[in-house]
């Protein structure tokens, strides 16, 4: 195709969207709410998966050692649960640091505790875990470690958080595909109306023997048009409103119980995902209501 050729029928495409003006109006408010929508449940989903993960993190396995195993022996045992696959670290507490901080913890009941001594504490380890949903199964391969005498893993908060995880990503896959339908259709109804307005010009080109690719290519600019430029305003507009949520958390979040991550972490990925929804509803929208109006 001659330069000359390909600059006319940019300049076609993007005529079309101003010949159209209210439609190409709509067609850029439905795509800037939908990537909007999308864009803000993506950092939801984000930042609380970063959340989740914090606290499966807080999530610890405590192993009670047999009270009869003097200290070296009870430590020991800690080697062999360093050994278990899923077994991110374990720290030994003796009974002398579990008396203090049992006793730091029930301060306000006074001397309700007074006459309790370190020999009736137990050592122990506190095992972080890599994997939290293999809580269960881990604690059963380290209840079977001679010298273990009890487990205490909280095996229904280890589900919960990963029940809340694969909801955020089933809900986010299920919100984002409707979304970009959404756009898809508003973006292919605006090219499908410059084309019924020029129907009979296609029908006249398609006889003189004007080639498909010549066509299409003033439909795709214009739907390429409407989709970035709606992709670029979501974009400014989801980075204000984040910042502005930042902001009026820090407000009212002095305990830092909701800590979002800055928007200059999710930069790269945003403009990749906002740049992608954009190229896929305008270019895919305006091509696949090209197909039969080619039908002449």
Not at 252 to 269: A, E, G, M, R
């Amino acid at each position: 195709m001659k330069i000359s050729n390909f600059g006319y029928l940019l300049k076609e495409g993007l005529r079309d969207i101003f010949r159209h003006g209210f439609m190409s109006f709509a067609a850029v408010c439905v795509t800037v709410a939908c990537l909007l929508i999308v864009g803000s449940f993506s950092c939801l989903v984000y930042n609380v998966n970063i959340m989740v993960e914090d606290l499966n993190k807080t999530s610890e396995i405590l192993v009670y050692v047999d009270s009869e195993l003097s200290e070296a022996e009870a430590k020991s045992i800690g080697t062999k649960i360093n050994m278990i696959d899923n077994v991110l670290q374990s720290v030994f507490v003796s009974r002398e640091e579990a008396l203090e901080d049992f006793v730091a913890d029930h301060q306000e009941e006074g001397e309700a505790f007074a006459g309790v001594e370190a020999t009736d504490l137990r050592h122990r380890f506190v095992v972080t875990l890599e994997d939290n949903t293999l809580m269960e199964q881990t604690a059963q391969q380290v209840e079977e470690i001679p010298g273990v005498a009890k487990i205490n893993a909280e095996y229904e908060l280890a589900e919960g958080f990963t029940t809340l995880q694969r909801v955020l990503q089933i809900a986010s896959v299920a919100v984002i595909a409707v979304l970009l339908v959404v756009s898809l259709l508003i973006i292919s109804n605006t090219v499908k109306l410059a084309m019924y307005d020029r129907k009979d010009e296609i029908a006249i080109m398609k006889m003189v023997g004007a080639t498909n690719g010549f066509i299409r290519l003033p439909f795709v600019v214009q739907g390429f048009a409407l989709g970035m430029l709606g992709a670029a305003i979501a974009f400014g507009l989801e980075w204000l409103m984040y910042d502005a949520l930042i902001k009026r958390l820090a407000e009212v979040d002095s305990l830092q119980l909701f800590p979002f991550v800055p928007f200059q972490t999710l930069l790269l990925p945003m403009v990749a995902t906002f740049c992608a929804a954009g190229l896929f509803v305008g270019i895919v929208g305006s091509w696949t209501s090209i197909r039969k109006f080619l039908d002449v």
